[in-house]
């Protein structure tokens, strides 16, 4: 009787009373107590008659509570959908049909409102919230503390990601047990974790990089998480001297520049920053270094592959690069007409196969196998080229995708958005450079002749269709797109003329 996930991270830990959670208000959860938390949950997920193999839509916020949704779901076969909290209700209804979710979770807040359509789906819906309270909390309040772990495969479904595509349809990336422990275990080796870390977790935790690189890499090292809210730059000051280790986004490093409390003093207990998600400027890494004296640590990876290259823990970290090969991990550098593996130092498409690379696309076998090839490999849509040593080095990307703060938004979701406001005959969304989130959107609209577009109104109505991360921060009216002679639309001119609309001026 065997589970993988379950047994790697979570199982290993019962019994133990070492320090798994730290919370702002100054309590510690230990590894066994999250362990008998995780457990009532398992019990209550069962009694609302979920079984292997099921999925439970999560969209709750960040808590000790919502990681052991997590591990219930390990201990129970369940796969575990977890979604950005700044979804609107019009986002979820996809993502809650596409994915048949028997069970979804939600805060209070937005329960009435999810009601109708959990009830489309055939789908319970039980409340969990940011305190911890909540109706599945209360269904498991009184039940066992132990649960008899459910054997699965380590090929077995552990989680769905939805991504983002370039058509505007988002796609659910499964990925199964053994692709997160594979490459948990992996990374905590490269980056030397140990039961003696504690690593400052600011991150949100329905994304792969809070979710399956920080707490799966600290849960197979049995270290421990000041686990923050969210990234507050008061509360991530004041934990920093009782770190050893921080995960971020660029921009989590760029705010922590801008703030004159991080000295080397401050950061002297630390052993390790590391970046990911977004390019960090080497202007950035170089900065943090000459204040700090710590070399960010740099690695590269995707919701389909989570981690596929790293910059060493030992050896030169070097900036505007995403280091080596992690262990296991093949990559190759394609040229995307032919597949055919480009020379040494020339720059392609990157491809990737290893234990980390997901089964596919939930429902998609046509998307998966645009992007997976039969032999393995994944074609990840960004463009690259590895040096004479072996460093990787991102340049670009083949697909129009923007990531603003670390989250990957996709133009066309904004675009047939954009397309059916009053007014627009079409429109395009492109990112630009912005101080904070290293890309911004901004939407350009060409109205239809004759009739007038108000960016106002069109900025109020996305409100209720668009999470705010994804909403332009700046619209746009123009005459005309460029367009070349065969009529495509270049938005690489766009993006230079819009670069410097958030230049500090
Ligand atoms: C918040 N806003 C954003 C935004 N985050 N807009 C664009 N991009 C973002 N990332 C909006 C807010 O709604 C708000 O809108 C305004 O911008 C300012 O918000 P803020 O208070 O300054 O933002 P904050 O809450 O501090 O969030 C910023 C952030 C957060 C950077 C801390 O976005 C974040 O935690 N990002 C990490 C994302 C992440 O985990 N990515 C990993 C994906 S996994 P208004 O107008 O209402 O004020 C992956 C694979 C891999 O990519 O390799 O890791
Ligand atoms: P996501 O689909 O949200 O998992 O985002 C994955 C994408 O983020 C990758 O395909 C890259 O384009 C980008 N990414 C992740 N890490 C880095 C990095 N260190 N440097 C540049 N881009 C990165």
């Known amino acids: 009787m065997a589970n993988l996930l379950y047994d790697a991270l979570f199982g290993c830990h019962a019994g133990q009373d070492t320090p798994f959670l730290h919370l702002p208000d100054g309590r510690?959860?230990?590894?066994?107590?999250?362990?008998?938390?995780?457990?009532?949950?398992?019990?209550?997920?069962?009694?609302?008659?979920?079984?292997?193999?099921?999925?439970?839509?999560?969209?709750?916020?960040?808590?000790?509570?919502?990681?052991?949704?997590?591990?219930?779901?390990?201990?129970?076969?369940?796969?575990?959908?977890?979604?950005?909290?700044?979804?609107?209700?019009?986002?979820?209804?996809?993502?809650?049909?596409?994915?048949?979710?028997?069970?979804?979770?939600?805060?209070d807040r937005v329960s009435d409102a999810l009601a109708p359509v959990a009830a489309a789906y055939g789908a319970a819906l039980r409340t969990l919230n940011a305190d911890g309270t909540g109706s599945l909390t209360d269904l498991a309040r009184d039940l066992p503390e132990v649960f008899d772990t459910v054997s699965r495969a380590p090929d077995d479904l552990a989680a769905f990601l939805y991504t983002s595509g370039t058509t505007g349809r988002s796609k659910g990336a499964m990925l199964t047990q053994a692709n997160l422990v594979s490459n948990a275990q992996t990374l905590a080796e490269c980056w030397r974790f140990t039961s003696g870390d504690v690593l400052l977790h600011a991150l949100p935790i329905f994304h792969t990089h809070g979710l399956f690189v920080a707490s799966n890499v600290t849960l197979v090292a049995g270290g421990s998480m000041i686990f923050?809210?969210?990234?507050?730059?008061?509360?991530?000051?004041?934990?920093?001297?009782?770190?050893?280790?921080?995960?971020?986004?660029?921009?989590?490093?760029?705010?922590?520049?801008?703030?004159?409390?991080?000295?080397?003093?401050?950061?002297?207990?630390?052993?390790?920053?590391?970046?990911?998600?977004a390019p960090l400027l080497a202007e950035t890494h170089e900065q943090f270094e000459t204040r700090t004296g710590h070399r960010i640590l740099e690695r590269y990876g995707m919701t389909e592959t989570n981690m596929n290259t790293s910059n060493p823990y030992d050896g030169e970290r070097r900036g505007g690069t995403v280091g080596f090969l992690l262990p296991g991990v093949e990559l190759k550098i394609t040229d995307p007409a032919t597949g055919d593996t480009v020379e040494t130092g020339e720059i392609g498409q990157i491809e990737v196969r290893g234990p980390n690379v997901f089964k596919g696309y939930w429902q998609m076998p046509e998307k998966t196998a645009e992007e997976l090839r039969a032999d393995g490999f994944f074609i990840t849509g960004d463009l690259g080229r590895i040096d004479e040593d072996g460093y990787v080095t991102i340049v670009g990307r083949n697909k129009d995708l923007i990531i603003s703060g670390g989250y990957n938004i996709y133009p066309k979701e904004i675009e047939l958005i954009l397309d059916d406001q009053p007014g627009v005959l079409e429109s395009a969304v492109i990112g630009v450079p912005h101080p904070d989130f290293g890309e911004a959107v901004v939407g350009l609209l060409v109205a239809r002749p004759g009739e007038t577009v108000s960016t106002d109104a069109i900025m109020a109505a996305l409100g209720d269709q668009l999470a705010r991360f994804k909403q332009p921060k700046r619209l746009f009216v123009v005459t005309e797109f460029p367009r070349n002679t065969m009529g495509k639309l270049q938005k690489n001119i766009l993006r230079e003329q819009f670069a410097g609309t958030f230049s500090p001026s």
């Open 28 to 107: 510690t959860l230990s590894h066994d107590a999250f362990l008998r938390m995780a457990a009532r949950y398992a019990h209550a997920m069962t009694a609302e008659g979920l079984a292997p193999g099921d999925r439970l839509a999560a969209q709750i916020d960040k808590s000790p509570q919502a990681l052991a949704i997590y591990a219930a779901c390990a201990q129970i076969g369940v796969v575990f959908l977890p979604l950005n909290t700044g979804y609107t209700t019009a986002e979820l209804d996809y993502f809650i049909g596409n994915s048949g979710a028997k069970l979804v979770l939600s805060s």
């Open 228 to 277: 923050l809210p969210g990234f507050n730059i008061d509360q991530v000051i004041a934990a920093i001297p009782r770190a050893t280790t921080m995960m971020g986004v660029p921009t989590f490093y760029t705010r922590l520049l801008e703030d004159d409390r991080l000295t080397a003093d401050l950061t002297a207990h630390m052993r390790l920053f590391v970046s990911g998600s």
